[in-house]
């Protein structure tokens, strides 16, 4: 094993230490959260060898790098989610290589999105990407436009809302994570009541290497995880 692999090995055992911990003390099935490797930062061998270590979702904020990704890694078994800021003349291109697009941010974002699906004959798993925090550097819409906006977004012919996506605020203390991850489940909820029939909105897109365990106590199903798997390779990889 290189200096990289077993690096890469103890990082992912401690991720994954860290997230059935955080399952147990919620109750919950480890089988309901998925971990995905935020890939955005990481060297294309080091993703080579994490999938060899088994993990099988990951994700990209860049739609370049997305479709490079793919195909550098193709034809291993992947999901890929797409988990930045998404251009409308991105998205034909990011279509046909995610399955899941973590940032639907805009009416606009999904109207394309929708008829492009039907153009493609995809079937593209989307979430929608919400601002609880109410920073201005982050994207998505806030609480009252999602709600304002719901009876559009239900309006869609060719694709359908699988769940909703956040980022909490940094901070030092993941405890300040809390109400906004509460607050994400809590708007699933209310939407859910107002959805054509056939959706379930069962997915939840939260938690980062800082806040992961608690976005999991909040209801998370997918954790987007960089840092904490990465971490020490650089050093790994020159010593
Ligand atoms: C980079 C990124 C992550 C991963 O962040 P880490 O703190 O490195 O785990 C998760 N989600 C999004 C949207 C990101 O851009």
């Known amino acids: 094993?290189?200096?990289?692999?077993?690096?890469?090995?103890?990082?992912?055992?401690?991720?994954?230490?860290?997230?059935?911990?955080?399952?147990?003390?919620?109750?919950?099935?480890?089988?309901?959260?998925?971990?995905?490797?935020?890939?955005?930062?990481?060297?294309?061998?080091?993703?080579?060898?994490?999938?060899?270590?088994?993990?099988?979702?990951?994700?990209?904020?860049?739609?370049q790098q997305l479709a490079a990704r793919v195909e550098a890694l193709a034809p291993a078994p992947l999901t890929w989610h797409m988990i930045g800021h998404l251009q409308r003349n991105k998205a034909r291109r990011?279509?046909?290589?995610?399955?899941?697009?973590?940032?639907?941010?805009s009416l606009r974002l999904l109207e394309t999105l929708d008829q492009l699906a039907g153009e493609l004959s995809v079937e593209p798993k989307l979430l929608v990407e919400v601002n609880l925090s109410g920073e201005a550097t982050k994207g998505g819409f806030s609480a009252d436009e999602l709600r304002r906006s719901w009876p559009q977004i239900c309006a869609v012919r060719n694709v359908r809302i699988d769940g909703l996506m956040t980022m909490a605020a940094l901070s030092d203390d993941p405890e300040e994570a809390r109400p906004t991850f509460a607050g994400l489940r809590q708007l699933r909820d209310e939407l859910l009541h107002l959805s054509p029939q056939g959706w379930t909105l069962g997915e939840l897109s939260m938690g980062m290497t800082n806040d992961f365990e608690v976005a999991i106590e909040e209801g998370a199903t997918f954790v987007r995880i960089g840092s904490a798997l990465f971490e020490g390779l650089e050093s790994a990889a020159t010593s």
């Open 1 to 63: 094993m290189t200096a990289v692999e077993s690096r890469l090995a103890r990082n992912l055992h401690a991720v994954n230490e860290r997230l059935r911990a955080a399952c147990l003390r919620a109750g919950r099935p480890v089988s309901d959260v998925t971990l995905i490797a935020v890939t955005k930062y990481a060297e294309l061998d080091w993703v080579r060898a994490l999938v060899d270590l088994g993990v099988h979702h990951l994700g990209e904020s860049r739609p």
């Open 94 to 105: 990011t279509l046909q290589s995610a399955t899941w697009i973590h940032s639907v941010d």
